[in-house]
């Protein structure tokens, strides 16, 4: 059974705090996402990467960055938290380079940053 | 530019009803792939079904049915006689061939499904 899995399913953080969201997959799938979902707005992508050290920007990566050390393993960073990044974080994985795989999700973290 | 308009922000209706989302898209490749996902209560969306642009056939699995026309740019999904258990939020998305594997979602219908 395939699996993505979020550190955390529930977060709450200070402004200003350094926080860290990591997700890990089991499925030795080459591509890994984090995505925002915000009420209204759907899926946003935040940042992507298709190997190890290597990373893309999506559509939202301000005020985030990201690393992948591991295969495995992709974290989201929030350097500096702000109210404005309350939200649900979704992580997914996806196998190669072909376009019509689909992507696995996590069970996604709801941030809240008081 | 790729967009997905999904209308419908909530639907509610009651067991056994029937129901279409609906799911409008704008791309600009001929070749593309279209995709709907689920989000139930407990938050992990689960891929229900994926149609390439170059195959228009209507889809049925058990109680889901799936319609796409590209003449109409659309990619509807019917629930037939839908349970409590459908209850959900349904996204549609749409990923062109250019560009890495980027999907670009739509802002979702939640689905009410009551006794």
């Known amino acids: 059974d395939v699996k993505v899995t979020q550190s955390s399913r529930y977060l709450v953080k200070r402004t200003g705090e350094k926080v860290f969201l990591e997700c890990v997959q089991d499925m030795d799938h080459e591509n890994m996402f984090w995505y925002r979902q915000d009420p209204g707005l759907g899926l946003r992508l935040i940042y992507f990467s298709y190997d190890v050290k290597m990373k893309e920007k999506g559509d939202i990566p301000e005020g985030y960055s990201v690393s992948r050390e591991k295969k495995e393993r992709f974290s989201l960073i929030l350097e500096s938290a702000s109210t404005n990044q309350t939200s649900m974080y979704l992580c997914a994985s996806t196998q190669g380079s072909d376009t019509y795989n689909e992507q696995f999700f996590g069970p996604g973290t709801r941030l809240t940053v008081l | 530019a790729q967009k997905v308009t999904q209308a419908q922000t909530e639907i509610s209706v009651v067991e056994k009803e029937d129901v279409t989302l609906d799911c409008v898209y704008e791309?600009?490749?001929?070749?593309?792939?279209l995709f709907w996902y689920k989000q139930p209560p407990s938050g992990e969306l689960v891929f229900l079904i994926r149609?390439?642009?170059?195959?228009?056939q209507n889809e049925i699995s058990g109680r889901y049915s799936w319609n796409f026309q590209k003449s109409t740019s659309s990619f509807n999904f019917t629930i037939t006689a839908s349970q409590v258990v459908d209850s959900a939020v349904y996204f549609c998305?749409?990923?062109?061939?250019?560009?890495?594997?980027?999907?670009?979602f739509g802002t979702g219908t939640r689905l009410l499904v009551s006794p």
């Open positions: 998305a749409l990923k062109e061939n250019t560009g890495f594997q980027k999907l670009v």
């Open positions: 791309t600009r490749d001929t070749t593309y792939y």
């Open positions: 149609r390439n642009s170059f195959d228009e």
